[in-house]
């Protein structure tokens, strides 16, 4: 299927309506709608959908660099190649086939100019009622050992970023990329938000739940083979700054990410790396308790 871009992409769907759509171009979720049709995951309303901008919103993927923290792109190339459908998906786990796709990034020629190493990127992408898993491996495919840093952003939709909780990263360490990336430690009980905020936390644990009261509703990301996490709103002077983000976006968006930065994750030939992650909604009530 084609989006009005002419950017080809995949629509998956599941038994109580909730959908997912995925642009082969970057491997990017650029839309969750639960059963509600509601918008889960943030699309500025200046994004970009031509290559070779990566397109700010959804789920795009970091890789093989997270921001600058190397010699590459920022961000690295992943998120502005074109994937293809995965030809021969290996049997990860029993899958629910129509809500699930298996994409595939091999390193080019043009790639391998400014990343000399050759690697193979699966993505799996799937939706089940209120829940998105994706599964990437890297596979080393060279004849000797490379490293990576990489991240899953996750874009989400909030209704006020004022309102915003972030629970599960009190007490741990984080790199402050607005002070040299300094290394600190959280003291807060939650993350709330009145200012810029552009951190990586480090040794995280699986759970992390985003609670935007307005909406009653709270986000739990759990992840596994990403030790990091990220954390990252722009406010108001930076989002005027990004030319593919709305002046005001900063107000409505909050990314939350998976990440293995601080120690990258090296391959020998032939080996695999696989992370995974899982965002899913719940009620706010549902947290009030706990
Ligand atoms: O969160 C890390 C970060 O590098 C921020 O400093 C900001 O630059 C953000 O990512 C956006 O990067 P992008 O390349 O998507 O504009």
Redesign the pocket.
């Given at each position: 299927v084609h989006d009005s871009d002419g950017l080809p992409r995949i629509i998956l769907v599941e038994p109580r309506g909730s959908t997912v759509e995925v642009l082969l171009y970057g491997g990017q979720v650029i839309s969750w709608k639960n059963e509600r049709r509601e918008e889960l995951l943030f699309m500025s309303s200046k994004a970009v959908r031509k290559p070779p901008k990566?397109i700010?919103g959804g789920l795009?993927i970091c890789f093989p660099q997270?921001?600058?923290f190397g010699s590459l792109e920022?961000?690295g190339f992943a998120r502005n190649r074109l994937w293809e459908l995965d030809p021969n998906p290996s049997p990860l786990s029993p899958i629910n086939n129509q809500s699930s796709v298996d994409l595939i990034l091999k390193s080019t020629e043009e790639d391998l100019k400014t990343w000399p190493r050759n690697f193979e990127l699966r993505l799996r992408i799937s939706l089940s009622a209120c829940k998105l898993t994706l599964i990437p491996r890297v596979r080393n495919m060279d004849n000797k050992a490379f490293s990576f840093t990489f991240a899953m952003?996750n874009y989400l939709s909030v209704s006020d970023i004022s309102e915003v909780r972030v629970e599960g990263l009190e007490t741990l360490d984080y790199f402050d990329?607005l002070m040299e990336r300094e290394r600190f430690t959280e003291q807060a009980d939650a993350i709330t938000f009145d200012g810029e905020v552009?951190r990586v936390y480090l040794s995280t644990p699986t759970k992390i739940a985003i609670i935007d009261h307005e909406k009653k509703r709270t986000f739990v990301l759990r992840k596994e083979g990403f030790p990091d996490a990220?954390v990252?709103n722009?406010w108001d002077k930076?989002a005027k700054a990004?030319p593919?983000l709305g002046d005001e976006d900063y107000k409505t968006m909050l990314?939350v990410?998976s990440a293995a930065i601080e120690s990258p994750i090296v391959l020998k030939p032939c080996e695999e790396w696989k992370g995974r992650q899982e965002l899913s909604t719940v009620s706010s009530s549902y947290f009030s308790g706990q």
């Amino acid at each position: 299927v084609h989006d009005s871009d002419g950017l080809p992409r995949i629509i998956l769907v599941e038994p109580r309506g909730s959908t997912v759509e995925v642009l082969l171009y970057g491997g990017q979720v650029i839309s969750w709608k639960n059963e509600r049709r509601e918008e889960l995951l943030f699309m500025s309303s200046k994004a970009v959908r031509k290559p070779p901008k990566a397109i700010r919103g959804g789920l795009p993927i970091c890789f093989p660099q997270f921001g600058n923290f190397g010699s590459l792109e920022q961000h690295g190339f992943a998120r502005n190649r074109l994937w293809e459908l995965d030809p021969n998906p290996s049997p990860l786990s029993p899958i629910n086939n129509q809500s699930s796709v298996d994409l595939i990034l091999k390193s080019t020629e043009e790639d391998l100019k400014t990343w000399p190493r050759n690697f193979e990127l699966r993505l799996r992408i799937s939706l089940s009622a209120c829940k998105l898993t994706l599964i990437p491996r890297v596979r080393n495919m060279d004849n000797k050992a490379f490293s990576f840093t990489f991240a899953m952003r996750n874009y989400l939709s909030v209704s006020d970023i004022s309102e915003v909780r972030v629970e599960g990263l009190e007490t741990l360490d984080y790199f402050d990329s607005l002070m040299e990336r300094e290394r600190f430690t959280e003291q807060a009980d939650a993350i709330t938000f009145d200012g810029e905020v552009d951190r990586v936390y480090l040794s995280t644990p699986t759970k992390i739940a985003i609670i935007d009261h307005e909406k009653k509703r709270t986000f739990v990301l759990r992840k596994e083979g990403f030790p990091d996490a990220v954390v990252w709103n722009p406010w108001d002077k930076k989002a005027k700054a990004l030319p593919d983000l709305g002046d005001e976006d900063y107000k409505t968006m909050l990314c939350v990410d998976s990440a293995a930065i601080e120690s990258p994750i090296v391959l020998k030939p032939c080996e695999e790396w696989k992370g995974r992650q899982e965002l899913s909604t719940v009620s706010s009530s549902y947290f009030s308790g706990q």
